[in-house]
């Protein structure tokens, strides 16, 4: 189990299945809003901002 920031799983299906030629799956639940680190947060506000 891991937690990671949303904006950091977009695409992750994508490479999930490439790497296992589409036999892989997995899940996403909500757990609870927090700050997010530093580095993340810049590149999702420059993202936004284009």
Known sequence: RAEVPLAEMFGYST???SLTQGRATYTMEFKHYSEAPR????????????
Not at 39 to 50: D, G, Q, R, T
Request: glycine share 0%.
């Open 15 to 17: 490479s999930l299945r």
């Open 39 to 50: 580095n993340v947060a810049e590149a999702v506000i420059s993202a936004k901002a284009k």
